[in-house]
């Protein structure tokens, strides 16, 4: 994406998500008016790294050209959206704790941009990693294996499953949820990245409408709500006035939800299967407890990007047949 200078012919940057409809909300400003506009932004209130994410995602400046802006204050820059309209945003999220995702319609997410909205949980960074370890966890399929079936438990946005369809070319994988509000927006953002035809969407309180996938799943990803009910007053208001508590309260110790998704999960691997689940940060040692109790195997932890045990990992370790072990 490129800045527009002065002497450039005549363009637009591409808009995003719903903050502007049509070339008449583009705007163009010299750089030393636009960073006395952010100046006077930030004054009134909120970070700098927000305001510049609203910048990128609204107007289309991303954080290197707005660099570029500081370096040349005396030139013309093209935005994608008006100030007027980015500013009404701001505003928004600084009177009402509006999730500045929400404001914009859309949210970056390893090499995505999901479209989300009220009702539907942001995708954390840190959830990306669940993608990474389905890729280094999960054997090269063999030619005479029929394609990798999968499932996305608690699809929310449906970021894993529209990650996981794209990681797995050829797979077959349901993504369920039991927020209708939810389905609604992952099979928006399966469409968006063209894997709608890889993916079936199913509405399901956990496991109640999936017995016809018991001993079929090769990869079980999830995500869950787990935090402590007592925690989610703490939370920072943006998520708990904003984000659904439907996909954040684990219960009185954060691991309700968890229990009821691993008392069932053995039944629902295939052979040598895999089961990946993000929890919280201090929940490491009482998911492997849960995960042994209920007969899987290979358990182990992993850490998030801040070297925290956020997710853990278990095989479905009974074996059919001369089928070899899997992996450890």
Same mark, same amino acid.
């Given at each position: 994406m490129d800045i527009v200078y002065e002497s450039e012919p005549d363009a637009l940057l591409p808009l995003k998500g719903d903050v502007a409809q049509g070339p008449s909300a583009a705007e163009t400003i010299r750089g030393d008016d636009l960073l006395a506009w952010r100046r006077g932004l930030l004054r009134i209130g909120g970070g700098a790294v @927000?305001? @510049?994410?609203?910048?990128?995602?609204?107007? *289309?400046? /991303?954080?290197?050209?707005?660099?570029?802006?500081? $370096?040349? !204050?005396?030139?013309?820059?093209?935005?994608?959206? /008006?100030?007027?309209?980015?500013?009404?945003?701001?505003?928004?999220?600084?009177?009402?704790?509006?999730?500045?995702?929400?404001?914009?319609?859309?949210?970056?997410?390893? @090499?995505?941009?999901?479209?989300?909205?009220?009702?539907?949980?942001? !995708?954390?960074? #840190?959830?990306?990693?669940?993608?990474?370890?389905?890729? /280094?966890?999960?054997?090269?399929?063999? !030619?005479?294996?029929?394609?990798?079936?999968?499932?996305?438990?608690?699809? *929310? /946005? *449906?970021?894993?499953?529209?990650? $996981?369809?794209?990681?797995? !070319?050829?797979?077959?994988?349901?993504?369920?949820?039991?927020?209708?509000?939810?389905?609604?927006?992952?099979?928006?953002?399966? #469409?968006?990245?063209?894997?709608?035809?890889?993916?079936?969407?199913?509405?399901?309180?956990?496991?109640?409408?999936?017995?016809?996938?018991?001993?079929?799943?090769?990869?079980i990803v999830t995500n869950p709500p787990y935090i402590p009910t007592t925690v989610l007053a703490n939370l920072d208001p943006v998520v708990r006035h904003h984000e659904p508590r439907l996909a954040l309260d684990g219960g009185e110790d954060g691991l309700g939800e968890i229990r009821s998704i691993v008392a069932q999960a053995k039944t629902y691997l295939a052979p040598g299967g895999l089961f990946l689940m993000e929890h919280h940060y201090d929940q490491s040692a009482a998911v492997i407890d849960l995960l042994a109790s209920a007969g899987l195997g290979h358990i182990k932890s992993h850490r998030d990007l801040e070297g925290i045990l956020r997710f853990v990992s278990a095989r479905q370790v009974a074996i059919t047949g001369n089928q070899p072990s899997p992996p450890a």
């Open positions: @927000d305001l @510049d994410w609203l910048l990128e995602m609204a107007g *289309g400046l /991303s954080w290197s050209q707005l660099q570029m802006v500081h $370096l040349h !204050p005396e030139r013309a820059y093209r935005l994608g959206a /008006s100030l007027e309209a980015i500013e009404t945003m701001w505003n928004h999220h600084l009177l009402t704790a509006m999730p500045l995702q929400y404001l914009v319609g859309l949210c970056p997410w390893r @090499d995505l941009e999901l479209e989300v909205g009220p009702g539907v949980l942001i !995708p954390r960074q #840190e959830t990306e990693l669940l993608v990474e370890l389905a890729l /280094s966890l999960m054997p090269n399929a063999e !030619p005479q294996r029929p394609p990798l079936v999968w499932l996305d438990l608690g699809t *929310g /946005s *449906g970021c894993l499953a529209v990650a $996981l369809a794209r990681a797995f !070319p050829g797979s077959s994988g349901w993504a369920v949820d039991c927020s209708d509000l939810a389905l609604a927006r992952s099979e928006i953002n399966l #469409e968006r990245h063209g894997c709608r035809d890889s993916v079936r969407l199913l509405h399901s309180n956990w496991w109640q409408s999936l017995d016809f996938l018991k001993g079929q799943l090769d990869l």
